[in-house]
């Protein structure tokens, strides 16, 4: 039981070009999330996807895309980077019987 | 914005002594979550606190709600070098079936063995 996968670990990008982030949950999960952490910061919502083929902008959507492509994927894009979005993305997936959401180990990009 | 604040933002303490963190939040919740986040890794998930509870326990941990004053504490008591970590206070405030977390800004909590 993998839990929450996301890849790559770590990303490059020169301002402009996109990228995708791929994420996958194997625990059956409806809810997924989107954040960004920034250093010294909490984690904000960037998009999140309550149930499959339903998406809803967080607190800072823009700049990003999403799609959920079955229960399992929900993926970000970065069509063109920009260097304000350089930090580590986090995806997470929520499990109702425990009423928690489980965390990715992040994806750290930097946009230069 | 984030819902959370949470007070002191760093704290240092001997291995031994007690850890207590702060979450002040500004609107009604159903429930109140801690979590940990280990340098460069992802948050993991300690204890969860429902709005109509006061108190309530897991292991070496000890969480505390008061909804009159919008506010939390955690409080780690006889720390190990492995608490040393970033907490963070997240809020569910309902109203809907998305599940949106509102997390504070995190206090980063340093055990000196």
């Known amino acids: 039981n993998a839990g929450v996968t996301q890849t790559p670990k770590f990303q490059v990008l020169k301002t402009g070009q996109s990228m995708t982030l791929q994420c996958a949950q194997d625990m059956n999960h409806n809810s997924m999330y989107w954040y960004r952490q920034d250093p010294g910061m909490g984690l904000r919502l960037i998009y999140y996807?309550?149930?499959?083929?339903?998406?809803d902008k967080g607190e800072v959507p823009n700049g990003y895309n999403v799609s959920r492509l079955n229960k399992r994927e929900f993926s970000l894009r970065l069509e063109s980077a920009a260097p304000s979005q350089t930090s580590v993305y986090f995806c997470a997936s929520y499990g109702l019987a425990k009423n928690i959401q489980y965390f990715g180990a992040g994806t750290r990009l930097s946009v230069l | 914005s984030q819902q959370g604040e949470e007070d002191p933002q760093a704290l240092s303490i001997q291995e031994g002594e007690n850890a207590t963190m702060n979450c002040s939040y500004k609107?009604?919740?159903?429930?109140l979550q801690w979590y940990r986040q280990n340098s460069g890794r992802g948050l993991v998930h300690l204890i969860l606190i429902r709005s109509n509870e006061r108190e309530k326990h897991s292991g070496r941990l000890r969480v505390t709600l008061d909804t009159s004053k919008k506010s939390s504490s955690l409080l780690i008591t006889a720390s190990r070098a492995a608490d040393t970590a970033s907490y963070f206070c997240a809020t569910d405030a309902g109203g809907d079936s998305s599940y949106k977390l509102i997390f504070g800004s995190g206090t980063r909590l340093l055990v000196r063995p």
């Open positions: 996807s309550a149930s499959e083929g339903t998406t």
């Open positions: 609107t009604s919740i159903n429930n």
